[in-house]
């Protein structure tokens, strides 16, 4: 009978280190959102933040994500979420792979695919589409890296890799892997290696 406490309570211990782990990880996610839009940060910093529509959107997603599906947390964030894809044109889904320091420049209709990965500290602007190819060798969706600025009007499409510290300039269909630090641009996409293309581009990044 001892055994069968201590296991329960080395159980519950376990739980409940990893619930601390990963409330303690989104908080510093939240954090390197926020910070992305002008260096906010703190209670102050939080509360102007919700009123940036790009924040408060990856604010709500953040949330869901940590919610337990079908719970109270989890319906009210996702009704909000909803309510907020409809009024600012933002389809992403909440179960997409985007890492800490994500910079939503405008509101307005961006489209991002449940299956693609995206690093950190990426920004993107509207009219932005991410999406997947449905056949050939290029079925599947984009795994983009870090430090990545996507200007407006681009789509990025299929089974591709984006490496970090890249520019995709605006207007520019991308269906092929692009290595580290270049500047990619125009349809069809022409690469042209460069240090730091995103130099004044990517600001406010939480160390």
Known sequence: MLLVVENALKTYSTRTLWAKLNKDTMNRIIKADLFRYG?????????????????????????ISESKKYSVKWFFFTFLKTRYSYKYGFQIPSTTEIGEGFHIG???TIVINRKAKIGK??????????????RGKLKG???????????????IVGNINIGSNVLIAPNSFVNVDIPDNSLAFGNPC???????????????ILK
Request: proline residues 3%; hydrophobic residues 30%.
């Open 121 to 134: 500290n990426c920004n993107i602007a509207h009219s932005v589409t991410i999406g997947q190819a449905n």
């Open 190 to 204: 022409k690469i042209v290696s460069k240090e730091d293309p995103c130099e004044g581009y990517i600001n406010y």
């Open 141 to 155: 969706c984009p795994t983009i890296s870090n430090n990545v600025w996507i200007g407006t009007g681009s789509v």
């Open 106 to 108: 405008h509101f307005g």
């Open 39 to 63: 260096g906010l940060s703190g209670t102050k910093g939080f509360l102007k933040g919700l009123r940036i529509e790009g924040f408060r959107y990856m604010y709500l997603l953040r949330k």
